[in-house]
């Protein structure tokens, strides 16, 4: 019998800085247990320096990362959607589990900023990946 691995989306409106994190904290995490996505529902052109700078800091390095668009499908398929600042924007599916992380949107933040939305997400992330694996 095969075994599924639950799938977590992250989504905000840029896919520069919130979801980007988050996502790549949880590839870290879960270590192969859960597939990771992030999308933005109106994506920017690149993802912001001070995230990229925050991450690396941490050993992660999202500088050949791009924001994705947010697609139904990515929805439909997710088994987890978090929303981070997207409102009304974000599709909702019936059935899937939605949850709401606010988290202050990184863009324009100095690094010391952004490195306390980091850490906040990874907490959330921590538990996250307690609860899926």
């Known amino acids: ?46 993802l912001h320096p001070a995230v990229v700078a925050a991450m690396n800091e941490i050993g992660i390095d999202l500088a050949h990362e791009r924001p994705a668009l947010l697609t139904p499908d990515a929805v439909g398929t997710a088994d987890v959607v978090i929303t981070m600042g997207c409102g009304d924007t974000c599709p909702v599916f019936p059935g899937k589990r939605y949850e709401d992380w606010q988290f202050e949107d990184p863009a324009g933040q100095s690094l010391e900023a952004v490195r306390a939305i980091r850490d906040g997400i990874e907490a959330r992330v921590r538990n996250l990946v307690a609860q899926l694996t």
Do not use: Y
Request: with cysteine; net charge positive; glycine share 8%.
């Open 1 to 46: 019998m095969a075994v599924t691995i639950p799938s977590v989306l992250f989504v905000c409106v840029h896919n520069a800085g919130r979801s980007q994190m988050a996502a790549a904290l949880l590839g870290r995490l879960a270590h192969g247990r859960i597939d990771v996505k992030s999308a933005g529902t109106e994506p920017a052109d690149r």
